[in-house]
Every structure is written in C-alpha cells, then in structure tokens.
C-alpha cells in the first residue's frame, strides 16, 4: 500500500531564508512522487515529479526536490523564500494502479518579511 | 494549452436543488478525476474515468453522479445535497497510458455551498 506523511502541517520562514517541507513516503514498489502548490482558493499547481530518472528533479519557481530510496524521503526546499511561496504545499505518490495518487495532509509555508 | 477550466466558480444550492458542475480539458488527456476538498485538508478523491469510462468511485454517495461525455467533458451532477457537501471541487485531468503514472492537471475548482 501507498502513503504519504508530510512531517510538518506548519512551516515558517523568514524572506530570502532557505525553505525545506520535509515528505516521506511509503511505496510496496518503486513510486511516482509529485508536489503541488495551493495558493488560497486556487486549485493545484505542479510545482516538480520525480519518475525514477534523476534523484534530484528540479521544478519551477526555484524549487527542487531530492529523492532518496534508502530514507523513502522526497523534501523539497528551495534556496531564498519569496513573499510569493505563501501557500498549501502537498506530496503525492502514484499507486499502483497509474490513475490513482495518495496525498499527504498538507504543509503551511508561511513567509514572514 | 495546458489548462482545466471548471464552470462556474461558486455555486449556492439548496438540498432540494438539482445543479451539475462542469470541466473541460484540451490537452488530449484521457483521464479525467473530481475531487472534494473541505478547508485545510488534502482533496480527496471521488471519481476517476478513464477512456471515458468510470474506472474508480471512492464509494460516493449517490447524490454525487459523474458523467463523462467526451473525452473533453467531465461533469458532476448534483442532486439531494446535504450542507457538510459544502466544499472545493476540483477536476484533474492526466495522461492515462499504461507506462503512466503521470502528472495531474488541475482546474480552479468550484466553492460550492449547500444551505
């Protein structure tokens, strides 16, 4: 079975600080692993996926992600945080059936000037 | 063109009221998904089609009925609703080829209110 765990429901950060929202995953094979960005009443946006290519994937607006198998951890992190990033930040892992995506519970960046 | 649009945005019904939510897509996508999203919480998946066919239903209620006419349209009627229905529907669409799994690309959503 499939799951996400994202480690941290809040997350704050100073402008131009560093951002890193931490995910775990746990996968009975090798998964699809996605995350998604949600500003306020918005749908979601694809920010990065990784599908068994390069372990570090990079994505727009300056993020990027690192896979790693050995800690089943996919974080993203982005080096300087804009005012911008503010929003609702998911990781989601394929299942096995190809049309089916599990979703962790959500990751508050805030960004304090 | 890599856009879901939903129509409309808002939308206010009563629990007798009958009213049906709409998605379209133009990038020859041939899965196509509707979600429900309450405040601060991860969306949770309703149904899915796939070729036009509905492929997964998250054991949804049946005044929650999903229609999928093309490969463009997917629709969502509504009928009976009850006010803890009230939330964001979102579509997604994605690739659906067996050597998948592929991105989402998700519409706007519709706030939807039941009073």
């Known amino acids: 079975a499939q799951s996400v765990t994202q480690l941290d429901s809040h997350v704050s950060v100073s402008e131009g600080t560093p951002v890193l929202l931490r995910c775990n995953y746990s996968?009975?094979?090798?998964?699809?692993l996605f995350w998604y960005v949600q500003h306020p009443n918005k749908g979601l946006q694809l920010l990065l996926k990784?599908?068994?290519?390069?372990?570090l994937v990079k994505g727009i607006n300056g993020f990027e992600a690192e896979f790693k198998k050995s800690e089943t951890s996919f974080h993203l992190t982005k080096p300087s945080a804009h005012m911008s990033d503010a929003a609702e930040y998911f990781c989601?892992?394929?299942?096995?059936?190809?049309?089916?995506?599990?979703f962790g519970t959500g990751t508050s960046l805030t960004v304090i000037p | 063109d890599t856009e879901v649009t939903q129509t409309p945005k808002h939308l206010v019904m009563g629990m007798t009221n009958k009213k049906s939510l709409k998605c379209e897509q133009h990038?020859?996508?041939?899965?196509m998904y509707w979600y429900k999203q309450k405040a601060k919480k991860p969306p949770e998946l309703m149904f899915v089609y796939s070729y036009e066919k509905l492929s997964i239903n998250e054991s949804v209620p049946s005044r929650f009925s999903p229609e999928c006419p093309n490969s463009s349209l997917l629709n969502l009627h509504l009928h009976a609703l009850q006010p803890e229905d009230s939330a964001l529907y979102l579509c997604?669409?994605?690739?659906?080829?067996?050597?998948?799994?592929?991105?989402?690309?998700f519409g706007p959503g519709t706030r939807l209110t039941v009073t």
């Open positions: 990784y599908t068994s290519a390069a372990t």
């Open positions: 997604a669409s994605s690739q659906a080829h067996k050597r998948g799994p592929y991105e989402q690309y």
């Open positions: 990038m020859g996508h041939r899965a």
């Open positions: 996968s009975s094979y090798s998964p699809s």
């Open positions: 989601v892992v394929s299942g096995d059936t190809g049309n089916q995506f599990y």
